[in-house]
């Protein structure tokens, strides 16, 4: 490159006329450019060698993030790490492109997310496995079996609160999943949308599996009818309890736990749910990638976790032995036996068709089922004082608004579960799910016209009965 870069050529050196001469000058400067090419490329060999990179893409904010890269860069020094913040969903879409931005590391809580990464083999073997031992719990992996993302963390979902804003309200603490139904936290109650937030699909899923189908979602439809907002981000729910928007808000413990403004509660049983690092197929620095699990996986790394910032709980069995601060409080649910694992598999085989009847049933209705439901507490007060006994109207109008368009069956069903996934992955959706969600959205306006009329029409006898 050198050499036709700099074209050498002899027109341009007008006094080279004689054959010995020229054959001097070829041999001289074929000696320049070989002398070159020796020194240039092994100085771009050592150049290469005091600049190695790693790239990043996670669902974690800056403010968890920071203190690992921080920590890493100072033993690392030649290695600089650029992260890339992006919803679970959003860079799943960018993942399941395959990964045109040649991402390293996907690092998120999202089990599900991994499983589904894994399944469409975009993750990648880590070499070596775990040297640091882990926690050993009943009936859950930390660690996918196979070796392709490793577990770092440990989580548990429930709900948070601000208990200026409640006692402000008095309104009392709920202490189980069942509360959040009471009509005392109309309007008070928060949560974002799974289909933006994984976090918030592992709650979803949880109550589905803990409940059952019918019964779970019978709870998040009940549940719809408090809510005072559906937000895009899970980060959304506590800056609303810290700035006094709503009381309280569904969501992962460390996003309650690392605020001090806020209470957090575990649901029971509790789902324990081990957040992950993995492997990006299409990465180009493996080694790089290697070397921050591993820091991140020792102890080390681990103790960083146990920061007020940070507030999570590691999975490194020697930071809990040599520990001399009491058990947080998830560790010793694990030990009382107090939990119950989640089905990663069965949650991604229907992870979108999950987001998708959230968004269409709750996301996309939440104010139509809000009115219903103020309107029929407001009924329900009325009756009460003038004596009216409401009982059949409240088991049709449950029966209504708490109906599912999809059975059970159908969920566990993966030819029924795959008609979901391609608007997940960017493209456009087939004309088989174009025509099963207009049928759900038919489904849905028959029930919530119906319960509409009924309580139009008891609302009618209300006021005949005090004429």
């Known amino acids: 490159m050198f050499y036709s870069g700099c074209s050498w050529s002899e027109s341009r050196w007008g006094g080279i006329h004689s054959s010995k001469t020229r054959r001097l000058f070829r041999s001289w400067a074929i000696l320049c450019v070989a002398v070159f090419c020796v020194f240039g490329k092994a100085s771009a060999s050592e150049g290469q060698g005091t600049q190695r990179y790693l790239d990043i893409i996670t669902s974690f904010p800056p403010e968890f993030y920071t203190p690992f890269v921080t920590a890493f860069s100072r033993k690392y020094p030649d290695i600089q790490v650029m992260t890339s913040n992006k919803k679970t969903t959003s860079a799943l879409v960018d993942i399941k492109r395959g990964n045109p931005h040649r991402f390293d590391l996907f690092w998120s809580s999202s089990t599900d997310a991994f499983a589904m990464l894994k399944a ?151 789902f324990l749910v081990p957040a992950g690092i993995g492997l990006l197929a299409g990465g180009t620095n493996p080694d790089e990638a290697a070397l921050f699990i591993d820091f991140i996986l020792s102890p080390e790394g681990q103790e960083i976790l146990r920061e007020p910032s940070v507030c999570r709980l590691p999975v490194s069995r020697e930071v809990h032995d040599r520990s001399t601060d009491d058990a947080p409080d998830l560790l010793k649910l694990i030990r009382k036996k107090q939990l119950k694992p989640y089905d990663a598999d069965l949650s991604r085989s229907r992870y979108h068709l999950v987001n998708q009847l959230f968004d269409r049933m709750i996301t996309y209705r939440l104010t139509e089922r809000r009115s219903l439901w103020k309107r029929y507490l407001a009924l329900e007060h009325q009756s009460g004082t003038a004596g009216m006994r409401m009982t059949p109207l409240n088991e049709e109008l449950a029966d209504l608004l708490c109906g599912v368009p999809v059975t059970g069956a159908q969920s566990r069903d993966h030819s029924f579960t795959a008609l979901f996934a391609f608007a997940a992955r960017g493209t456009a959706p087939t004309g088989l799910e174009r025509d099963e969600t207009e049928r759900w959205d038919a489904f849905l306006s028959r029930r919530l016209d119906r319960a509409r009329a009924l309580l139009t029409r008891a609302e009618s006898e209300l006021i005949r009965s005090r004429q």
């Not at 070499?127 to 989580?155: C, K, N, Q, T, W």
């Not at 603490?173 to 509360?179: I, T």
């Not at 109309?186 to 899923?205: C, D, F, K, N, Q």
Request: hydrophobic share 40%.
């Open 120 to 270: 469409e083999h975009r993750l990648l073997q880590l070499p070596g496995g775990r040297r640091h031992p882990a926690l050993a719990v009943d009936g859950v992996h930390i660690d996918d079996p196979e070796g392709y993302f490793m577990g770092f963390a440990l989580s548990g979902v429930g709900w948070m609160w601000n208990p200026a804003y409640l006692k402000r309200e008095s309104i009392p603490v709920p202490e189980r999943w069942e509360d959040l139904v009471d009509p005392v936290y109309y309007g008070h109650l928060a949560m974002s949308t799974p289909s933006r937030s994984g976090t918030t699909h592992l709650i979803v899923e949880s109550l589905l599996q803990e409940l059952g189908w019918e019964q779970g979602w019978a709870m998040l439809l009940k549940m719809a009818g408090n809510l005072r907002t559906v937000s895009a981000r899970s980060f959304s729910v506590p800056e609303g309890l810290i700035n006094g928007r709503f009381g309280v808000g569904l969501g992962i413990d460390f996003l309650g736990q690392s605020r001090r403004e806020l209470g957090f509660r575990y649901g029971t049983p509790v």
